[in-house]
């Protein structure tokens, strides 16, 4: 212990706690709010296609640096003032996808998901898990400081001390995010090409059923590349098991019988391969998901019982002490975070809007000030990006699921109730994880703590007001879940059904337990084999179409650390190629928003009534035209769009 305390007595930020420079300004503030809309938009529309979100927090940081330096001077703090406010939206963002869109499975969910019920949600689990971080910073932070690297909040504070090379790094991610929207405006919009490519075999193959396909979309590719080619190999392994493995070995079995095996409610013979896996596979991947989910949970048992410990010390310890603070170590009272929190809760439980049964109010803050602390703890050692935000929402619904059951809560009514507690505590811990780097970026470079807090407040309110806007937009025109007529392109939320599929199997006993079974039996498999099951399970849950892309992009990934001669700069998070990518991400996602917008602006009508979109006016609909041409197009576009990221990876960091 002592060795602890003389670290960080040692520790010297950027910035000396005697110097006062401008922090929380006017314009940090705006250009922060500006970020945080931007990417919390982004965010929805990543998290409802792919069931992940991506950390913001340093491409945030590059582009304000390059921004302040065409506006005028700023300070350092002035800078990370606009990463911590910015950062607030891709996280609030992270947990309101992943959960919220649930509601519209649920029985009676569907009065719950408006925009007012999904911003108070938001806005509530957003501020939780600013507030119950609070008490929690001098433990995780500053005692922590030589244990805990916080990874993206140390390479933050890298790039703004390094701030004088920031108009050369945000080069890469305007390029990227330009490029995205290039590529997009061609496929999507006009229809040059296809943008899923897909190869089905036939019934009578030799792989009944099986189909490769791919979603040959920027983004995926920058997903691809930002989380490597270890996990992104071990999600694609799961989407060969389901469509390559499972699926064809399901058609082989069934055979030409016209026998209906449930939950399948047409015989196995006259099912595509999509109708395989929304009534079988679906269900074995949930059963990965959850086993995954809850076997990290127990890998970081330790680590929650060690910051349980010390923060209830730290506690105990600061109610004591009534020393004058220096301004590195002001933070906002405890008393705002009792009073806030127990003001926020009570007002869910009062609305009638939402009306939250006291019993579940009472779970929403033990839980959530549980897996804050779990998941601040998590991000200091594997990152934000890494946060198995999945796996504590699946055991929060469980714990909620099973006390409702106890009390004798087994009605329908009070399925969404459950979800609205899984998903105020699924949002509170992804804000608090984003929470915990900022704060650590602040701590490095010597900023208050309390203004930091303020700033991500502001960007909580700010983004929840924009993300709740976003998904009821992509609901509207490009619809959420199962594809349907309406909507051929239905956004998959595969987090998101998951989460109903759980609250529906233990509430109402209509989980087909045989199948999640057999899907934990596979989790637990990779987890015998010393591999990550829970990337795997992913793979295995989400469509091929989506894991071959990320395969892809960590594939260009693996090429990099290759060919590289410093492995350390090819794996940098400031490296070009992670820089580009991040640009990748961000351009493909708010295409994707621009896309739903045009879906949605009808234009006029035929004469059979028909609507008409500007979408359908702009596209040329030359892909659809061209048949399997189509997709060799769509395959080479993508192809090309691989070897310029890897163009712009191979490029020396120092030119960055």
Known sequence: MSEEKSKTTEFKPYIAATDF???FTPKAIILGAIFGIIFGAASVYLGLKVGLTVSASIPIAVLAISIFKKLGKATILESNMVQTIGSAGESVAAGVVF??????????????????QIFVLAFSGGILGVLFMVPLRKSLIVKEHGNLPYPEGTACADVLIAGEKG????????????????YKLFMSIIGLWKDVPTFVFKRGSVIPNASISGEITPELLGVGYIIGP???????????LSYLVLVPLISIIAGDSTLVIKPGLIPISQMSPDDIRAYYIKYIGAGAVTFGGIMTLIKTLPTIISAFSDSFKDLRKGSVKGETKSR??????????LIGSLLLILFIAIIPQIHLPILAAIMVVVFGFFFVTVSSRIVGIIGSSSNPISGMTIATL?????IFVGVGWTGDAYQPFALIVGSIVCIASANAGATSQDLKTGYILGATPRKQQLGLLIGVLASTIAIGFTLLLLYKTLGIGTPTPQHPKALAAPQAILMSTI???????????????VGMGVSAVMELCGISSLAFAVGAYLPFSTTSPIFIGGLVKWLIERKSKNKADAESELGPGALFSSGLIAGGALTGIIIAALTGW?????ASGKEISALSKINSGIADNMGGMGDVLGLVAFVVLAIILYTFARMKVKEA
Do not use: N
Not at 99 to 106: E, K, N, R, V
Not at 328 to 337: K, N
Not at 503 to 510: C, E, F, N
């Open 21 to 23: 420079i401008p922090e």
């Open 99 to 116: 959960t919220i869109p649930a509601l519209l499975f649920l029985s009676g969910g569907i009065d719950y998901f408006q925009y007012f």
């Open 167 to 182: 108009g050369k790094l945000a080069q890469k991610v305007y390029y990227g995010l330009g490029l995205a929207f290039v």
């Open 230 to 240: 270890k996990i992104a190999g071990i999600m694609m392994a799961g989407g060969v």
């Open 328 to 337: 590195t170590e002001r933070e906002l009272p405890i008393s705002y975070v």
């Open 398 to 402: 469980m714990a909620t699921c099973l």
């Open 503 to 517: 609250i529906k199997g233990l509430l109402s006993h209509q989980l087909p337990w045989s199948l999640v079974i």
């Open 602 to 606: 009808i234009i006029a009508t035929d």
